[in-house]
């Protein structure tokens, strides 16, 4: 049978294999998501048109859909590759099984991408390898021990904006992998990430700071993400976008890793617009994570110079969510709240840690130097909740107590 007619067979065994799935095109345009693991995050998805409801099995008799499949995509024929390539995307959409399965068609993938050929293929074979890569290390890690990285770095420099959001979503998952942060650190990814940041599409600039924050828990990354500046479309990037967000997490995770590297970057916080009030907004509004980020950023500052940034901080309203983070954050948000409740408070005479401050106290000499009714206001009535929130706590815990001295 010629490849023309063994395509045609294979379209009518696959409709059947996949039946389950028959109202998903194959070229369907959205993402599959990886989920965050040590605090690396894959890609979200693009679009969320898609049923979520696909499912795929494998089974012994779709062995011989499979290899037909990993026959056309190793042929010469560029349609019978297209096609192979879509449906190598449509199969691994929700299934780790045919990931594995069709982990041998990395390869020629990888190859798609080097051709001269039509944009449509480029996409194909990209979208085809992320979703390959999702929830997958092994396959992240034989992605780019396959040369693919050469080709999505040129296609993060497109004029395409498709292509360009591809190659960072692309970027996204495999730097999810520790094995390929540094290989890819060392590629000169890292500039051009930031170039995104700056000028991409929405979603470009989305996933290129998630990537670019997934590449910065390497110190070696992290040194070169510093060494180009990227504090200012960081910064823009947060301003614009929704505060409950994983983007916001993740950039508020920069630039918590910014501020620490000197003072350069502090500097740089204080002086862009509306970057502080982003902080704090992210710290009221962020996700647990997010908001521990935001109130290391703040905290980092204050330790570094009180005197210099104190002011700046309070200006932005920042002690209604900090108040609110001594009760509801995780423990170091917690932590983290106090202490910078400390540092704000007006006065700096040192007092006996026999006799510390409560948060009370500390809140109380910062009322009197908050600007506005409404502010003072709505810090007071947070500090209410806060103190009966605290004995309620308090008393959970003599209870507690109490209970494991009752002898039977």
Not at 190 to 216: E, H, R, T, Y
């Amino acid at each position: 049978m010629d490849l023309a007619g063994e395509t045609k067979s294979l379209i009518s065994t696959v409709a059947s294999f996949s039946s389950s799935s028959s109202s998903v095109s194959s070229i369907d345009t959205s993402l599959d998501c990886d989920s965050p693991r040590g605090g690396d995050v894959d890609h979200e998805l693009l679009h969320s048109a898609v049923s979520s409801s696909v499912s795929v099995s494998v089974s012994s008799s779709s062995s011989a859909s499979i290899q037909r499949v990993l026959s056309l995509i190793r042929s010469e024929d560029l349609d019978s590759r297209l096609f192979a390539a879509k449906e190598i995307r449509r199969l691994t959409k929700t299934s780790h099984r045919c990931r594995r399965h069709f982990s041998q068609a990395v390869e020629p993938l990888v190859s798609m991408l080097r051709f001269d050929s039509p944009e449509s293929h480029h996409e194909a074979a990209l979208l085809a390898l992320l979703n390959l890569a999702v929830k997958d290390e092994k396959n992240k890690v034989s992605i780019i021990e396959a040369g693919a990285l050469e080709p999505i770095i040129n296609f993060l420099q497109s004029n395409s904006p498709t292509l360009q959001e591809y190659a960072s979503a692309s970027l996204l998952t495999l730097s999810a992998s520790a094995n390929n942060k540094p290989i890819i650190g060392a590629n000169g990814v890292i500039p051009l990430l930031v170039k995104v940041i700056k000028d991409g599409s929405p979603q470009a600039k989305a996933d290129a700071v998630m990537a670019l924050s997934n590449l910065s828990t390497l110190p070696d990354n992290l040194s070169m993400i510093l060494a180009t500046k990227p504090l200012s479309p960081i910064l823009n990037l947060l301003k614009s976008s929704k505060k409950s967000s994983k983007t916001s997490e993740k950039c508020c995770s920069l630039v918590e890793s910014l501020i620490v590297s000197g003072e350069e970057a502090r500097t740089g916080l204080i002086s862009d617009e509306g970057g502080v009030l982003a902080v704090v907004e992210v710290l009221e509004n962020g996700s647990l994570q997010a908001r521990e980020h935001a109130v290391g950023v703040l905290l980092t500052l204050c330790q570094s110079d009180r005197s210099k940034y104190r002011e700046p901080i309070l200006r932005e309203g920042v002690i209604p969510g900090l108040l609110e983070l001594t009760v509801q954050g995780t423990s170091k948000s917690r932590t983290k709240a106090q202490r910078l409740l400390c540092l704000l408070r007006d006065s700096e005479s040192p007092r006996s840690e026999v006799q510390p401050d409560t948060i009370e106290n500390i809140v109380s000499s910062l009322i009197s130097h908050i600007d506005g009714d409404d502010q003072s206001g709505k810090a007071k009535k947070m500090l209410a909740e806060m103190v009966q929130v605290s004995m309620e706590k308090s008393l959970r815990h003599l209870q507690e107590r109490a209970s494991t001295l009752v002898r039977p």
